[in-house]
């Protein structure tokens, strides 16, 4: 495809579908002035498509996803979707504090994942349109999934000319909560028609530590050095390259399922790059910069084949994510950054995703 049908940079929107309860699930597609085009639920802040150019022009979608809202409302492996309150897992759904013990939903084996049963890629958000950017608000109730308080959350997505798709979260809270929100797009930057595996793109990632995990994808407790691991990434190498080693933390994540802790100064909130990934055969590059201290990188281990969308049968390891983020199971982890949001305070984070050519 060398062009968008969207071509005309803002924003537009159309309806994507109705859910059970009768509620109108609006599309709202952004438009840059190179013709970078990025379409984005209300319903979850689903990005359904990414139609980025590759070194000789030509566009292709490159986020993994459906057609149709209905497969979103089923067992969808979060594809595009806002995660919250709590993004990654949260041992046996549990945590203290204070005196308080909370009780979760354990939707992932014994533990708690990206916000339970109906966490926020499952809720409607009101969307609003103010000028570039398109703004996304939930109201989370007291007791909303277990987690204490209520939660005012907002999301705004922008894109920009530099091809770019920001993403700024904030929240605020009546009472002390667990807040750890991120976004969960896969990506394929060779072009998800071509139903390809991502094992051959190239991948930095500037982190010197991960995060160990044991056989249910728990942290251990403390950061391991990458040096001399199949996890050193920060020299560029395909993602294939060892994803096939004998490691027990690969066994752990059936592949690369971890959180990677980001080289950057201490209590430093500066948005600085984490994540490049290269596609040698189209070109395409995304980095990834945000003001998290860490991301989970995923090699889409549990993709089968069995999920469709957009032309595609999406195959074992057919996408990858990078998920800006907290650590996983920050409140029951004390030598972890803190991820309690106090009354008062305001939660604030931002990432941008940035796409490029590199002939």
Known sequence: MHAQTDSTP????APFGTLPDGAQVTQFTLVNRHGMTVKILDFGGI???????????????????????????????????????????????RFVIGSHKYELATNNGNNHLHGGNRGFDKVLWQASVEGRDLRLRYFSKDGEEGYPGNLQA???????????????????????????????SYFNLAGI????????????ID??????????????????PVEGTPFDFRRARTIGSQIGAQDRQLANGQGY?????????????????????????SGRVLELLTQEPGVQFYSGNFLDGKLAGKGCAYPFRGGFAIEPEHFPDSPNQPAFPNTI??????YATESRFRFSVEN
């Open 154 to 184: 907002d999301v705004v997505y922008s894109l920009t000319n530099d091809n770019e798709i920001a993403v700024r979260f904030s929240a605020t809270t009546d009472q002390p909560t667990p807040v750890n929100l991120t976004q969960h």
């Open 341 to 346: 949001l106090q009354p008062g305070q305001t």
């Open 10 to 13: 803002g924003i537009t929107q």
């Open 257 to 281: 399922d971890h959180c990677f802790v980001l080289d950057r100064p201490a209590g430093s909130r500066a948005l600085r790059r984490a994540v490049r990934v290269r596609d040698p055969g």
């Open 47 to 93: 990005i359904t498509q990414i139609h980025v150019p590759d070194r000789d022009g030509r566009f292709a979608d490159v986020a993994l996803g459906f057609d149709e809202l209905a497969p979103y409302l089923g067992e969808s492996p979060y594809f595009g979707a806002l995660i919250g309150r709590y993004g990654n897992r949260i041992a046996k759904g």
């Open 193 to 204: 028609e071509g139903c390809g595996d991502i094992l051959g793109h190239e991948l930095v």
């Open 207 to 224: 982190a010197a530590g991960f995060i160990p995990i044991d056989a249910e994808s728990i942290p251990l407790g403390h950061v391991q």
